[in-house]
């Protein structure tokens, strides 16, 4: 058996698989692998007969009971934008959560709404509702729930839908459970599907696939790994390789937050490799590289504590002209009181350095580190109220 027995029954009569087939297979797949890893008790499919529902959801994440819930919001981004008030527990209770996200016509077709960012916002314990509850607890009185709903892929007729629940932290009786916890809210994201046909072939063949890639693994098979199986593993470790180089690529058009996600995963996998002793010089070289980026992106978005976290590493084990620029940039821009002390110290060992070396052994980089280091003393000395040294 393989993938194309699996997943393009329609192979046969087409030799050259597209790109739409690749995304559809892939997209299912990874949707799949995330929902499959979740604990079995938050594992929710509905159907055209089954609905998923917002009490469904309460309960089995945060064990809230309908008992305790009481008015909802519905805030949509979705073309009008309005916001709907459901007063109704029964009704808050079976809120199909489905519909909020999948748009299904007259014939049955099945779509995201484009754009669809759904929050709903629950009373729960609301006032008075403490009398007629069996519960008499003070805890959990006058409490919010919020829900964040969004689509997340589909694929092979299964649509996933990602819900994330915050409780914040207790209104009331906070000296008794800040000991347990320090008041956190609760948090948790749970992601649920909509089946347009039964998944259970669809599934049973993801299981198949994913043992069969393990398998391949264990027996050092790698060239055996398909498109698909290798989407699958990535999801569960990190491509080194991959990452950094998407991270350089987002990076290069200014998307730093995305380059920000590449490359921490790439940190910390490396990292794991030095700790167990098992990084190659290679990777030290990718580690110290990473670490740049990641100052680099931090810096840029005026983050400089984060910045200097990954900065100081680099500027400490690397030290080269670009790493000490950086370093020192980050220092000057977030106002740093060791800015002026490390770039006097830069200053005194490039003069040592330079005084060394024949006139022709004196390099660009080296002039225009040397120019660049007394600008950002002028730069720090005005920061600093020395005008006349600026000068």
């Known amino acids: 058996m393989n993938l194309k027995s699996l997943f393009n029954k329609k192979q ?103 754009g669809e960012n759904v929050i709903l916002a629950i009373s729960c314990r609301k006032g008075g509702s403490i009398e007629t509850d069996i519960d008499k607890s003070l805890s959990r009185n006058d409490e919010s729930i919020i829900v964040h709903l969004r689509g997340t892929g589909a694929g092979h ?88 180089w998407w991270g350089n690529k987002v990076q290069k058009e200014n998307r730093f937050w995305d380059a920000i996600i590449y490359f921490e995963n790439v940190y910390n996998a490396l990292q794991d490799q030095w700790r167990e002793g098992t990084i190659t010089d290679e990777g030290k070289d990718c580690f110290f590289k990473t670490c740049f980026r990641l100052g680099y992106c931090y810096n840029e978005l005026q983050l400089y504590e984060k910045a ?17 620029m ?14 002026i002390y490390i770039i006097n110290k830069e200053i005194q060992e490039d003069l040592t350095r330079a005084m060394q070396l024949k006139k022709e052994e004196i390099t660009k980089d080296m002039v225009t580190f040397h120019h660049f280091l007394r600008r950002r003393k002028a730069y720090t000395l005005v920061n600093m109220g020395r005008l006349d040294e600026a000068e």
């Open 326 to 339: 950086e370093y020192i940039n980050c220092l000057v821009n977030s106002k740093d009181f060791r800015a």
């Open 157 to 244: 007729g299964s649509w996933f839908i990602c819900a994330t629940i915050l409780i914040p932290s207790p209104a009331y009786e906070k000296e008794k459970t800040y000991a347990r916890d320090q008041n956190k809210p609760k948090v948790l994201s749970v992601l649920f599907a909509y089946d347009e046909t039964d998944p259970k072939d669809r599934i049973a063949q993801y299981n198949y696939l994913k043992e069969d890639a393990f398998e391949k693994i264990r027996q050092k098979k790698y060239n055996e790994i398909t498109e698909e199986q290798t989407w699958l593993l990535d999801q569960l470790h990190v491509n080194i390789s991959k990452d950094y």
């Open 12 to 114: 046969e009569e087409k030799p050259t698989r597209d790109l739409v087939d690749f995304l559809n297979d892939s997209n299912y797949l990874t949707s799949e692998l995330r929902f499959q890893h979740q604990p079995s008790n938050i594992q929710m499919r509905a159907n055209k007969n089954e609905k998923v529902t917002l009490g469904m959801l309460l309960n089995r994440t945060f064990d809230v009971r309908k008992e305790e819930v009481s008015d909802m919001g519905i805030i949509s981004n979705y073309f009008d934008k309005q916001l709907e008030i459901i007063h109704d527990s029964e009704e808050i209770w079976n809120y199909d959560l489905c519909k909020s996200i999948l748009r299904i016509n007259e014939q049955g077709e099945i779509s995201y709404k484009f």
């Open 308 to 324: 200097l976290f990954y900065l100081d590493i680099v500027y400490g084990f690397v030290g080269n002209i670009h790493c000490k």
